[in-house]
Structure formats: C-alpha cells, structure tokens
Antibody, heavy 122, light 109 residues
Framework: QVQLQESGPGLVKPSETLSLTCTVS????????WSWIRQPPGKGLEWLGY???????YYPPSLKSRVTMSVDTSKTQFSLRLTSVTAADSAIYYC????????????????WGQGALVTVSS | SYLLTQPPSVSVAPGKTATITCGGNDIGSKSVHWYQQKPGQAPILVIR???DRPSGIPERVSGSNSGNTATLTISRVEAGDEADYFCQVWDSSSGPNVVFGGGTKLTVL
C-alpha cells in the first residue's frame, strides 16, 4: 500500500520560507512524477508543480519565482520550499503521486498524503 | 489560462442520480480526471481518463466527456457520496499546467 506523509512546521512567519518534506512508503520514487497541491481551508485546489524522479522540475509561472522542489530517492522523500510567504500562502499542503511515468499531458494523482496545515502568521 | 467551470452545489435524494458537470473550452479533446473529497480528508481519485474507474471505485460512479462539457454521474446515490467533487485536466495553452475546477458540493437530501 502506497502511503505519503507530509512533515514540517505548521506555523511560518511572513516573509520567511515554508519547507515541507513528503516521505513515501510502499513505492519507489522512480519512475514517477511527484507534486505538491495546496488548498486554503474551504477553498479549491492549486497545483504547485512537479519534481520528476530524475530531479527535473516544473513550476507554474505564478509561483515559479518562489517555489523549489527536490527529490531524494535514497530516502524515498521529496520536498517543497516556498519563499517569501504571506498570509495568502496559508493552506493545507498535500504531497501527491502522479500516476503517469512519462506522459505528463495525462497527469493525474492516484495517491495523496493526509495534508499538512501551514499557517502564515507573525 | 484554461478555466474549468463547475456548479458550486448539486443536491439529490438518496437512490436518485447525481450529475456534476465540468465545463471548459473544447474539454472533449482533453483527458478529464475527477476527485472526491470528504470533510477533513484528502481527495481521492474516482475517475481517470474521462471514464475509467480506479480499483475500489463502485460501478455506480461513471464519467463522460464530449464537446465543452465533462460529466461525473453517480447513480443510486447514498449518504456516503456526500462530498466535494473536483474535475482536473492538463492544459498546455498557456504553458504546461494542471488545472482544477472550483469544485461541486454534492448534498444528499
């Protein structure tokens, strides 16, 4: 059974960096795409980008200047860093596994972590 | 950027059929995926590639996609189907991107 578990601080100060790690069990990091998706409480879902098992990444233009994702295959973990956070970045952050291994145009998400609530506040 | 439009809410009586739509320009040319999210839980994938059910999803749940509308249909609705439902596509029109609909709250009366 594939399981994903987010870890990291639940409270981050404005202008600082949000850092989360996702630990994967029951599956190898290779050869999949891995993503982060966030959801402000009571609102919709926003995709933050992906990291491929090879380490290549893609981020949407709206967040590109602030987001970094990385992968550690030996630890079966991948990570998210979001810099210069504001209150608008307060959300539940989900780490997710994409079911596709090569065709990104078919990307969808078959396993999700339980979510980590991150609040940006001083 | 590509926009997916869902009705904010749909209500249905137990045993009836719920239909949730997802509108987008020429969405029929894309693969549409659907997620169910119950309160306090992470979303789960209920339909992939327009109409394929992942393992463990009941046959009562089905999907279709044509023209400018994709549809999620839940037959013989049960109280346990009450949840938020989100559609999702991959779009490249303004650069590669995963796009989600705004979500539909399904209420079982």
């Amino acid at each position: 059974q594939v399981q994903l578990q987010e870890s990291g601080p639940g409270l981050v100060k404005p202008s600082e960096t949000l850092s989360l790690t996702c630990t994967v069990s029951g599956e190898s990091i290779s050869p999949y795409y891995w993503s982060w998706i966030r959801q402000p409480p009571g609102k919709g879902l926003e995709w933050l980008g992906y990291v491929y098992y090879s380490g290549s990444t893609y981020y949407p233009p709206s967040l590109k200047s602030r987001v970094t994702m990385s992968v550690d295959t030996s630890k079966t973990q991948f990570s998210l860093r979001l810099t210069s956070v504001t209150a608008a970045d307060s959300a539940i952050y989900y780490c997710v596994k994409a079911s596709t291994t090569t065709t990104i145009t078919q990307m969808h998400f078959d396993y999700w972590g339980q979510g980590a609530l991150v609040t940006v506040s001083s | 950027s590509y926009l997916l439009t869902q009705p904010p809410s749909v209500s249905v009586a137990p045993g009836k059929t719920a239909t949730i739509t997802c509108g987008g320009n020429d969405i029929g040319s894309k693969s549409v995926h659907w997620y169910q999210q119950k309160p306090g839980q992470a979303p789960i994938l209920v339909i992939r590639y327009d109409s394929d059910r992942p393992s463990g999803i009941p046959e009562r749940v089905s999907g279709s996609n044509s023209g400018n509308t994709a549809t999620l249909t839940i037959s013989r609705v049960e109280a346990g189907d009450e949840a938020d439902y989100f559609c999702q596509v991959w779009d490249s029109s303004s650069g590669p991107n995963v796009v989600f609909g705004g979500g539909t709250k399904l209420t079982v009366l």
